[in-house]
């Protein structure tokens, strides 16, 4: 099978990985919204997402090896894309029109940056100077993005889609660098590259759950645009990755760049969110604020200005 048709087919599996893992981590947050990474680690349906992120970023490993950064990474964004049905159905919900619009954007400029970013497999990978620099300016934006302030969820949201885009572009350099036979599987670089790439995963799940506290849409568009962003900065800049067609690739990527934000912005905005107080009945917490006059009886008190108010708890 062609190489990168293998990386989208794992890229895709992956995407729909990552969305169920968005949706268990944002119902985690709002029924926990104070809870600390300590309290967050006696929670099984915490370790149920970690368990969804850890299998989509084994696929996303070997998506790497078969596909560029600039081919693999676009096709995170549909991680969106299948999170929006996922989390209306969890919320007992129907997907609006709005949503519906922004898939249907987000695939078209998928598509059209596809086109363009469907070059062939990896063959570069960065050095150990390279990954430091990498980490380095990494970890001071995720610094600055994490600072206490106004809108914490979308800048979290941020520093994580950083964290995990930079994450797979040193992925890439972990796989490339292992699997090419040119020396010792696990060489320094091999070994100080892996950690890095520990680090940063742990870092972006970790942000991405304090950013879901504040609502799914938003924060995840956030990281779906940060993410496929600062690896495609790393892969043009120092892989030598590039864009097919010359100059009309170039703005067919852009065009559908435009087309995907789009319909990213019309996927973050919010929808009417219900809270279920029980996980197998979505509407509970809908049903239990309202008494049934039926069930009531003899109990039920009109309100005052409805008609045949009554004084006391008879009628």
Same mark, same amino acid.
């Given at each position: /099978?062609? #190489?990168?048709?293998?990386?989208?087919?794992?890229?895709? @599996?992956? +995407?729909?990985?990552?969305?169920?893992?968005? @949706?268990?981590?944002?119902?985690?947050?709002?029924?926990?919204?104070?809870?600390? +990474?300590?309290?967050?680690?006696?929670?099984?349906?915490?370790?149920?997402?970690?368990? %969804?992120?850890?299998?989509?970023?084994?696929?996303?490993? @070997?998506?790497?090896?078969?596909? *560029?950064?600039?081919?693999?990474?676009?096709?995170?964004?549909?991680?969106?894309?299948?999170?929006?049905?996922?989390?209306?159905? /969890?919320?007992?919900?129907?997907?609006?029109?709005?949503?519906?619009?922004?898939?249907?954007?987000?695939?078209?400029?998928?598509?059209?940056?596809?086109?363009?970013?469907?070059?062939?497999?990896?063959?570069?990978? %960065?050095?150990?100077?390279?990954?430091?620099?990498?980490?380095?300016?990494?970890?001071?934006?995720?610094?600055?993005?994490?600072?206490?302030?106004?809108?914490?969820?979308?800048?979290?949201?941020?520093?994580?889609?950083?964290?995990? =885009?930079?994450?797979?572009?040193?992925?890439?350099?972990?796989?490339?660098?292992?699997?090419?036979?040119?020396? *010792?599987?696990?060489?320094?670089?091999?070994?100080?590259?892996?950690?890095?790439?520990?680090?940063?995963?742990?870092?972006?799940?970790?942000?991405?759950?304090?950013?879901?506290?504040?609502? %799914?849409?938003? *924060?995840?568009? /956030?990281?779906?645009?940060?993410?496929? %962003?600062? #690896?495609?900065?790393?892969?043009?800049?120092?892989?030598?990755?590039?864009?097919? =067609?010359?100059?009309?690739?170039?703005?067919?990527?852009?065009?559908?760049? =435009?087309?995907?934000?789009? =319909?990213?912005?019309?996927?973050?905005?919010?929808?009417?969110?219900?809270?279920?107080?029980?996980?197998?009945?979505?509407?509970?917490?809908?049903?239990?604020?309202? *008494?049934?006059?039926?069930?009531?009886?003899?109990?039920?008190?009109?309100?005052?200005?409805?008609?045949?108010?009554?004084?006391?708890?008879?009628?």
């Amino acid at each position: /099978m062609n #190489a990168v048709l293998v990386a989208v087919a794992l890229s895709l @599996v992956s +995407a729909v990985a990552y969305a169920a893992a968005a @949706v268990a981590q944002e119902r985690l947050a709002a029924r926990s919204p104070g809870a600390g +990474a300590l309290r967050l680690l006696a929670r099984g349906a915490w370790w149920w997402s970690v368990g %969804l992120n850890a299998a989509a970023a084994l696929l996303h490993v @070997v998506a790497l090896r078969y596909g *560029p950064l600039t081919l693999v990474q676009p096709l995170g964004a549909l991680t969106l894309v299948a999170a929006v049905p996922l989390g209306a159905r /969890m919320a007992g919900r129907r997907v609006t029109a709005v949503e519906w619009k922004g898939t249907g954007l987000t695939l078209l400029g998928l598509g059209a940056i596809l086109v363009t970013a469907s070059g062939p497999a990896p063959g570069d990978v %960065l050095s150990v100077p390279e990954a430091l620099v990498v980490a380095g300016a990494t970890a001071a934006l995720i610094g600055v993005l994490s600072r206490p302030g106004t809108r914490p969820g979308l800048r979290h949201a941020t520093a994580s889609g950083v964290a995990s =885009g930079v994450a797979s572009a040193l992925t890439q350099t972990v796989t490339v660098a292992a699997t090419d036979r040119s020396g *010792p599987v696990l060489s320094l670089q091999v070994v100080g590259v892996a950690l890095l790439v520990a680090a940063f995963a742990a870092g972006g799940l970790l942000l991405s759950q304090t950013a879901y506290r504040g609502g %799914l849409g938003g *924060p995840l568009a /956030m990281v779906t645009l940060a993410n496929p %962003l600062a #690896a495609a900065v790393i892969g043009l800049s120092l892989l030598g990755e590039r864009l097919q =067609g010359g100059p009309a690739g170039v703005l067919l990527a852009l065009a559908g760049a =435009g087309l995907a934000s789009w =319909g990213v912005v019309l996927l973050s905005r919010p929808a009417l969110r219900e809270e279920p107080a029980d996980d197998d009945h979505p509407v509970a917490a809908v049903l239990a604020l309202e *008494p049934d006059p039926a069930a009531a009886g003899a109990a039920w008190v009109p309100r005052p200005h409805e008609p045949g108010h009554l004084s006391t708890a008879t009628r």
